[in-house]
């Protein structure tokens, strides 16, 4: 039987790209398939208005890669601290980073895209193209392109995001629930600089992330209940500061400035078993968190990375890299963090936006957390994807 790749990726958001890069890296020859156009060079200009707060462990795979040193000399922001509270700022659970390591990075999704897209290894780029069949089993995938072209392949890496067609056509389940709650997005301008603090605060109407950005800005991601979200949307700019400064206790005074808004539906999403013959599903194919954690684009990186892994590990010792068996040990090695991190994002979300009781208990708890290490140091480790 001839293929025309090893591996075929569907879908060339960060997840799908960065596993192209590392599939490639490892010695498999890759075709990715991406339904929209090439991600432009980055220029600089304006910040994007969708940014990502990186874990070390997603920055250390984009160094693998070789493509980190250019995305750190164009724009990124280290935050070297971290505060999270409920009523009071000076109640909040403080994480500081050691001198010489950030706790992450806030880095533009544009940014990050086109470093992947023009990263140097040898895969093959297929952009405004869509998968429109697919037959996968043991013995391989084939693919129908929407331009009539046909492709083989060992694997499908599914990675074509969180509505995933794909999964869809090739029959993989998915369980999960709607928020009922959108995500506002923007960036604003505050009376008081930030610090290289990320801050969140956990409202009794969901939680209010202002993240720092690399010229002295907040972007903000304000997760509240669909009509509250509709409300916010419909203020001029002038009352949706003055809310946000509310919202946020004022912690970085007044919010002098604010870019376009836009807003994002949340969802839970959880694929128990994200693999059929031939084909496994990875990033938010495979698993959508709430964003009260910034932790999607950590997840599908990491997925990536051990994705990769696993294939040239068995690979390297003969064993046939696109089987069940090698494909179960990769589902295996990243069931237990997806699924505690589906479990703690849900859970957060329900304790502070439910219950009023609850809420401020856990609220008066954050401050226990602060003084107590072990638990401390377990919410560090989570909160920077480790
Ligand atoms: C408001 C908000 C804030 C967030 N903040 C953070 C954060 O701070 N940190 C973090 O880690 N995560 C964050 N996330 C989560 C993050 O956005 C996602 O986890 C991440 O974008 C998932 O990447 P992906 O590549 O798996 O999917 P996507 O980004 O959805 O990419 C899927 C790609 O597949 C393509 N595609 C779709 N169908 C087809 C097809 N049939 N054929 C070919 N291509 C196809 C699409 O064009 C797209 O490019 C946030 C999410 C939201 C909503």
């Known amino acids: 039987m001839s293929f025309d790749a090893d591996v075929i990726v569907a879908g060339g958001g960060t997840v799908g790209l960065a596993a192209a890069a590392a599939l490639a890296q490892a010695g498999f020859a890759v075709t990715l398939i991406e339904r929209a156009a090439a991600p432009a060079a980055f220029e600089g200009g304006e910040v994007d208005a969708r940014v990502y707060a990186l874990s070390p462990a997603s920055v250390h795979l984009l160094d ?5 040193s250019a995305i750190a000399a164009a724009r990124i922001s280290p935050y070297r601290g971290m505060q999270v509270w409920h009523q009071q700022p000076d109640e909040a659970l403080r994480f500081d980073a050691l001198p010489d390591q950030p706790l992450g990075w806030i880095v533009e999704h544009s940014l990050l895209n086109a470093a992947l897209w023009a990263q140097a290894g040898e895969w093959q780029r297929l952009s405004k193209t869509t998968i429109t069949e ?3 089993d043991e013995d391989g995938v084939g693919v129908t392109l929407a331009d009539g072209r046909s492709l083989r392949a060992r694997l499908l890496v599914v990675a074509d995001g969180p509505d995933s067609p794909l999964r869809e056509q090739l ?14 997005v923007a960036h604003v301008t505050t009376e008081k600089p930030h610090g290289g603090i990320a801050r969140q ?3 009794p109407t969901g939680p209010l992330a202002l993240l720092p950005l690399a010229d002295g800005r907040c972007s903000i991601v304000w997760s509240c209940h669909t ?9 001029d700019d002038a009352a949706f ?12 005074g007044a919010v002098t400035a604010c870019t376009p808004r836009q807003s994002f539906a949340l969802r839970l999403k959880h694929v128990p078993a994200p693999l059929v013959p031939g084909a496994v599903a990875i990033g938010d194919a495979a698993h959508v968190v709430h964003p009260l954690a910034g932790q999607g684009v950590n997840l599908g990186l990491a997925d990536a990375a051990t994705l990769a892994a696993t294939l040239a590990a068995a690979r390297a010792d003969g064993r046939g890299w696109w089987r069940a068996r090698t494909l179960q040990s990769y589902v295996r090695q990243r069931s237990a963090e997806t699924v505690e991190m589906l479990a703690m994002t849900d859970g957060l979300h329900r304790a502070f936006g439910g219950d009023a009781l609850l809420g401020r208990a856990l609220g008066r708890g954050l401050s226990t957390v602060n003084r107590a290490g072990p638990l401390k140091q377990w919410f560090a480790a989570r ?3 480790a």
């Open 64 to 68: 693998t890669l070789g493509i980190w």
């Open 241 to 252: 500061r003055l809310r946000l400064g509310t919202a946020s206790g004022q912690v970085l």
């Open 171 to 184: 029959g993989i389940d998915s369980i999960g629930w709607d928020y009922a709650q959108r995500a506002l």
């Open 201 to 203: 605060r956990f409202l």
């Open 383 to 385: 909160a920077q994807g």
């Open 134 to 136: 697919t037959r996968a």
């Open 227 to 235: 009509t509250l979200a509709d409300e916010l949307m419909a203020l």
